[in-house]
């Protein structure tokens, strides 16, 4: 206990804490707390039904787990080789948003910053990829990766998801960069620095938060893609690890138990490239830099 | 996009700008044209054949055009898209932008709902309809075991009167996260020294959020009402998932409708003719919306 | 930090490419053998012997539940040349993208060739699985049968008779619906498929049953679709059942608050909820004149497929004709019914089936006719319209006539 320990003190703060959270405090928070239940919860309901069998599941869909039984653990790793297939959705996942960041941030930059003939074309261009359904483009594809031989590679997964996660990013950055000052900009002009260099030493720092959001939901979006998976890469030993859930049903039953278990594993990875890379969606960094 | 520009941002000319603009377009371009484009070009080639299974086309002109047009259930479909597109635009940009705002206000806790927030978006589809046909179920669901604990009648909760807010509320709920992380992201872009003039000047929470955050974020909102309205036009796996668009189609939407005609019925041509109609609802409505909205470029001085 | 992003993409891209291997012979196989389907185990089993004693094969094994994205892959490889070696899939109507792409093999050469193996197989599914341009494209493991699945203890203790009548039926229905249990778990709105087929086939028997819809509307179908109607009207049903497909209708029937469910052989381990419920099947009651009480839907609908380019490549042939034999022979079949409880394609008899099991296989065997289900003989666009048709009738929101009209129409322009 230190020395200069005072009763009053921490009287005082305590009550400066209280005048701090204002009612407006107290309104936002309850609001938080109250949607932030309505996200919790599920996921606990999945996660506890992972521990159950289907049994369990069926008899009471709401009840707790007696034990924390890991069988459906073991049955899923069983299934399928989950390291290998966690293995395959980095690789496949990582490689489209690197991709991904790479050309959306170029594509843009160029559509925030210039102005250009063909530029209203490209943004209605934009709108329409935005809700070209999976269905149009798979059987193309397909066509097009049995001529170039590459089902059941990596690269089958890599480039269509490339390409469809490339709208969002484009938009997205572009939103983003388009409310850089021109001012920083015109300086680096003026010392001589060419647009790659503006692009890479100005834009891409300053727009971090967009790039990791754009990296977030690149991830998330090819990572959870059943659809391409089951179609592009057949092959069990080159399939991500969301093609569990498919291992999971058939018309013999579902097990429920297991298919929470399969959205459990297959959701850690997304969760933990979440937390990681929200830690960039910070303030600072474009402090000045923003037109305001 | 479509929305985010306006001409001021654009930087001085010079003579090589134009192969600058070519090279860095070019990747994203390439792209598009393999994966996304090209395939739609061959899809509306595909909409003047009758195919079944994708084999042995015959050719019908504008057969599928003529059905889509007095086809009863496009009609609904349409309408419930419709009705779907405007709660999203309300309540999932909406909330998206108020928790954000919110998370952003507060001290304590951020990182906490920066990562619950974000829960529902990873779980799939199948594992939270069926969290929803658990709630909804008549015989054993959880909120008629609540009435009946209260004494209430049960109710079908999902008949022709309410399915479609049925399956709008999981569906709109799922994604508000979704929203809230661009958002956010784009509230990084105001800098904490406007906020402190604002508070030295005495200005209330409200004022600052009205007077700064939202002109400040304008972008981002059309921004975000552009994916929903998109997104809403290719709604489909949790409806499917908790009524696949029944009962009596009342809750059909255009996403799920296309997805029966093409993997059900196995209608290829005519389920290209239906994914051409929501591409083309799709550019009018952002077009009209763009329009709607207008441009409202704000500057702070 | 762009430097190790680059270098960290360029390695990325290099480990893309990889997955290439050079081997002596690759063989490709897709069956439905897999993940929650009980015989996974033994076709992976089957496939592992396999490669102990042709340690020269490479086999890549692509095996998959069949999904709507999965049937959508395996129409694709066969259109466009990519289809693998040896492919299950189903031999009724919606065979006719793999035959008619010209890519599968006739076995008909192979098997007489090999009488052994030709007569590991019984005559009667060998020509259910025919095509019909007369040849055997597929050879066939397990089939199945459907029927009307009983809850015994809440036969018992309401003391209601297993139905063989209309009059029974209705009975059951009332007495059920009295004491709060549903009295038949389905789900009419999304897989009314097995409602369907045993209502036309009890009421209108197997010759209407099987007649299809192109040569004209039979009247037995319409009195089979309102049969469920007046199902419907009786509260027979549970009360969202026309927003639920057949897992919501099965799990009703496992909780015990369903005592009936119209489902196939493959429902039977399912419905009894790890012996929570004491089950057994029947046949659906005759419901009308014209039905037969012991008639049932039963049958072959898959089997395995052999690409016409694997037979006439030098190298593949002698082992990929050999993979088929060693996944289709006697010994195979036996246990792959064992383990899926379906019938047996070969003369067989499965051993250590529990008593449903059992029962299911007493019915089939005293049945005097079988009928495969009605998409095995109308096309896809027509049966899909039916099915979709029928919350529709039952709710009286359009007549049977209407929806049967409507299904015939699209069935003409298929064929």
Redesign the interface.
């Known amino acids: 206990m230190k020395a200069n320990f005072s009763p009053k003190k921490i009287l005082n703060n305590i009550q400066d804490y209280f005048i701090e959270i204002s009612m407006?405090?107290f309104v936002?928070?309850m609001?938080?707390i109250a949607?932030?239940s309505?996200?919790?919860l599920?996921?606990l309901?999945?996660a506890n039904n992972s521990f159950r069998?289907?049994?369990q599941i069926?008899?009471a869909?709401?009840s707790l787990p007696d034990s924390f039984d890991l069988a459906n653990y073991i049955n899923a790793s069983e299934?399928i080789n989950i390291l290998n297939s966690y293995k395959n959705s980095l690789?496949?996942s990582?490689?489209t948003v690197?991709?991904v960041l790479?050309?959306?941030g170029?594509?843009g930059?160029?559509?925030?910053?210039?102005?250009?003939r063909f530029q209203n074309f490209?943004?209605?261009?934009?709108?329409?990829?935005?809700?070209?359904?999976a269905?149009?483009?798979?059987?193309?594809?397909?066509?097009?990766f049995?001529k170039m031989g590459i089902?059941?590679?990596?690269?089958a997964l890599?480039?269509?998801h490339?390409?469809?996660n490339?709208?969002?990013a484009?938009?997205?950055l572009?939103?983003?960069m388009?409310?850089?000052s021109?001012e920083i900009?015109?300086a680096a002009?003026l010392d001589g620095a060419n647009?790659w260099q503006i692009?890479?030493r100005i834009f891409?720092p300053i727009s971090r938060?967009?790039f990791?959001?754009v990296g977030?939901?690149t991830f998330?979006w090819s990572y959870?893609d059943?659809?391409s998976a089951?179609?592009f890469v057949?092959?069990?030993?080159?399939q991500p690890i969301t093609?569990l859930?498919?291992?999971?049903?058939?018309?013999?039953?579902?097990?429920?138990g297991?298919?929470?278990t399969a959205?459990i594993v297959?959701?850690i990875p997304?969760?933990l490239v979440?937390?990681i890379l929200?830690k960039h969606?910070?303030?600072?960094?474009?402090?000045?830099a923003?037109?305001? | 996009m479509l929305l985010t520009f306006s001409l001021e941002v654009e930087t001085i000319k010079f003579k090589n700008d134009n192969k600058v603009i070519f090279f860095f377009l070019l990747p994203a371009l390439l792209f598009w044209s393999i994966f996304l484009f090209y395939p739609i070009i061959r899809s509306l080639y595909k909409t003047f054949f009758f195919t079944v299974h994708n084999i042995n086309p015959e050719f019908i002109g504008f057969g599928n055009y003529i059905k889509l047009l007095t086809d009863p259930v496009v009609w609904l479909a349409t309408k419930n898209t419709f009705i779907f597109m405007i709660a999203a635009v309300i309540f999932q940009v909406g909330l998206g932008v108020l928790l954000a705002i919110f998370v952003d206000l507060i001290r304590y806790g951020k990182n906490f709902f920066r990562t619950t927030f974000f829960f529902p978006i990873v779980l799939s589809a199948a594992s939270l309809g069926l969290l929803f046909r658990l709630l909804y179920n008549y015989d054993a669901g959880l909120l008629n075991s609540i009435l009946e604990a209260l004494n209430f009648e049960p109710v079908l909760w999902l008949d022709a009167a309410k399915a479609l807010a049925m399956v709008m509320i999981p569906t709109i709920w799922q994604y508000v996260g979704f929203y809230f992380v661009i958002i956010l992201t784009a509230l990084t872009k105001i800098p904490n020294s406007l906020y402190e003039v604002a508070k030295i000047e005495g200005a209330s929470t409200f004022q600052r959020i009205t007077k700064i955050t939202l002109p400040l974020i304008f972008q981002d909102i059309r921004v975000c009402i552009v994916l929903a309205i998109t997104g809403t036009l290719k709604v489909f796996d949790m409806v499917w998932v908790i009524t696949a668009g029944g009962p009596f189609d009342s809750s059909q939407v255009l996403g799920t409708y296309m997805y029966s005609t093409v993997f059900q019925r196995r209608l290829f041509g005519y389920g290209s003719t239906i994914a051409i109609f929501i591409i083309i609802l799709g550019v009018i409505v952002t077009t009209l919306t763009n329009k709607f909205i207008g441009n409202r470029d704000v500057t702070i001085d | 930090m762009k430097k190790s992003m680059i270098f960290v993409l360029a390695m990325l891209l290099v480990l893309s490419v990889g997955a290439v291997n050079a081997g002596a012979v690759e063989l490709r196989v897709y069956s439905m053998f897999s993940g929650a389907d009980p015989a996974s185990g033994v076709y992976e089993e089957l496939i592992e012997e396999f490669k102990a004693e042709h340690p020269e094969v490479k086999i890549i094994d692509e095996s998959a539940t069949l999904d709507e994205s999965v049937k959508v892959r395996i129409e694709n490889d066969f259109a466009s040349g990519n289809e693998p070696d040896i492919t299950m899939y189903f031999t009724d109507s919606q065979a006719k993208p793999i035959v008619e792409s010209g890519r599968v093999t006739p076995l008909n050469d192979i098997l007489a060739n090999n009488p052994d193996w030709k007569a590991g197989f019984l005559p009667s599914v060998l020509e259910q699985v025919r095509y019909s341009d007369g040849n055997i494209y597929a050879l066939p493991i397990t089939g199945f049968y459907e029927g009307l699945i009983v809850n015994l203890d809440l036969f018992e203790k309401y003391d209601v008779k297993i139905p063989e009548t209309r009059e029974d039926l209705f009975n059951a229905v009332e007495t059920f619906r009295t004491n709060d249990i549903v009295p038949m778990a389905a789900g009419l709105g999304m897989t009314p498929h097995y409602n369907i087929e045993h209502s036309i086939l009890k009421v209108g028997g197997a010759a209407a049953h099987d007649a299809g819809i192109a040569d004209g509307i039979n009247p037995m179908w319409i009195e089979g679709l309102n049969h469920m109607k007046e199902l419907y009207d009786a509260d027979a049903f549970q009360k969202d059942t026309l927003t639920q497909d057949w897992s919501g209708a099965r799990q009703l029937f496992k909780q015990g608050k369903a005592a009936m469910l119209v489902e196939g052989s493959w429902a039977i381990a399912d419905a009894q909820n790890e012996g929570a419920n004491r089950v057994t099947i029947v046949p659906y009651p005759k419901v009308g004149e014209n039905g037969n009480q012991t008639d049932l839907i039963a049958g072959f609908t898959s089997g395995m497929y052999l690409s016409k380019e694997a037979y006439n490549n030098e190298k593949k042939q002698d082992v990929v004709v050999e993979l088929l034999k060693h996944l289709t022979n006697k010994e195979a079949i036996k246990k792959i019914a064992e383990a899926n409880g379906g019938l047996p394609a070969a003369d067989v008899t499965p051993a250590g089936l529990s008593k449903p099991y059992q029962d299911g296989l007493e019915m089939f065997k005293n049945a005097d006719h079988v009928s495969l289900p009605i998409d095995a003989q109308i096309q896809r666009p027509a049966w899909q319209t039916l099915v979709d048709g029928v919350a529709y009738i039952v709710s009286g929101r359009r007549s049977a006539e209407n929806i049967l009209e409507e299904v015939r129409k699209i069935e003409l322009q298929t064929k």
């Open positions: 407006t405090k936002i928070y609001v938080l949607w932030a309505t996200t919790i599920p996921l309901w999945v069998t289907t049994t069926v008899d869909p709401f299934r690789i496949m990582g490689t690197l991709l790479l050309f959306g170029m594509a930059y160029v559509m925030a910053r210039f102005k250009f490209i943004n209605k261009m934009i709108v329409v990829a935005l809700m070209i359904p269905f149009v483009t798979v059987v193309p594809v397909y066509e097009i049995i089902v059941n590679t990596y690269l890599i480039l269509p490339t390409a469809g490339l709208v969002f484009t938009m997205m572009s939103a983003y388009s409310s850089v021109t900009e015109e002009l647009r692009f890479t891409v938060p967009a990791a959001t977030i939901f998330l959870n059943l659809f089951l179609v057949p092959n069990k030993s080159v093609v859930l498919n291992q999971v049903k058939s018309q013999y039953g579902t097990d429920l297991l298919q929470a959205v297959t959701v997304v969760l979440y937390i929200q969606i910070i303030k600072g960094l474009t402090q000045g923003v037109k305001g």
